[in-house]
């Protein structure tokens, strides 16, 4: 069994640039949540990802946005980059069925994200 | 926000038990307790989970009060490598099972 792996590790972009982070989420697993993660803080929910539509959204502006795709692996897209967009960005998969998410969810090693 | 409170930081001294406290007072009848912890520079990792009984697992035990107002999350063993943010998560298995983090609690284990 597989973990869930994040791709790239670490990241250096400049402020108006966007960018693409990936994620494959766990073997057997078919929701895939986003988290952004401030130096000295709990992990923020961005939103949320099941059945390739998002399935709930945090406190982001729409620059924030993602994809699933059939095997469940996912984007998370940022455009316009600001300074406080620096942060590590964590990538989570759980299993949605019977209309209820379980909260068991399994996060990926990171990727950080540094914006000059 | 968060809807749990724990205290920023405890220490525990290796091969003792580490008890970490949380409040949840505001817990609905349909919502679990959560226990995640973060290790420097990783992701965070799931504990363990409880409705209302208490759950051990080969982690760690879990003690929910009965007025499920509090709970505590307890190591059995210490070892350094538990060192790390501890975050107790309130949540229910709904259509949307985003986390709400809080700050957590730091745990320091000493040799």
């Known amino acids: 069994e597989t973990g869930v792996t994040q791709s790239p590790t670490h990241l250096i972009k400049t402020r108006g640039q966007q960018v693409t982070l990936r994620c494959s989420s766990q073997s057997g697993h078919n929701t895939v949540s986003w988290y952004q993660q401030a130096l000295g803080q709990g992990p923020q929910f961005i939103f949320q990802?099941?059945?390739?539509?998002?399935?709930g959204r945090g406190n982001f502006p729409p620059r924030f946005s993602g994809l699933q795709f059939p095997n469940y692996s996912s984007e998370l897209n940022v455009n316009a980059l600001e300074l406080d967009d620096s942060a590590l960005y964590l990538c989570?998969?759980?299993?949605?069925?019977?209309?209820?998410?379980?909260?068991?969810?399994?996060f990926g090693p990171g990727t950080r994200l540094t914006v000059l | 926000d968060a809807k749990t409170t724990q205290p920023p930081s405890m220490d525990c001294a290796e091969g003792r038990a580490a008890n970490l406290p949380c409040n949840h007072s505001?817990?609905?009848?349909?919502?679990?307790v959560y226990w995640y912890r973060q290790i420097h520079s990783q992701g965070p990792q799931y504990i363990i989970h409880g409705l209302k009984n208490n759950e051990t697992n080969e982690m760690a035990s879990l003690i929910i009060t009965e007025d499920r107002k509090s709970s505590t999350l307890i190591l059995p063993h210490a070892t350094l490598r538990d060192t790390a943010v501890y975050y107790c998560i309130v949540g229910s298995p709904g259509a949307t099972n985003k986390l709400i983090f809080g700050t957590g609690t730091l745990l320091a284990v000493q040799p």
């Open positions: 505001t817990i609905s009848g349909n919502e679990y």
């Open positions: 989570a998969s759980s299993t949605t069925f019977g209309g209820a998410a379980y909260n068991e969810q399994f």
């Open positions: 990802y099941y059945r390739e539509e998002e399935n």
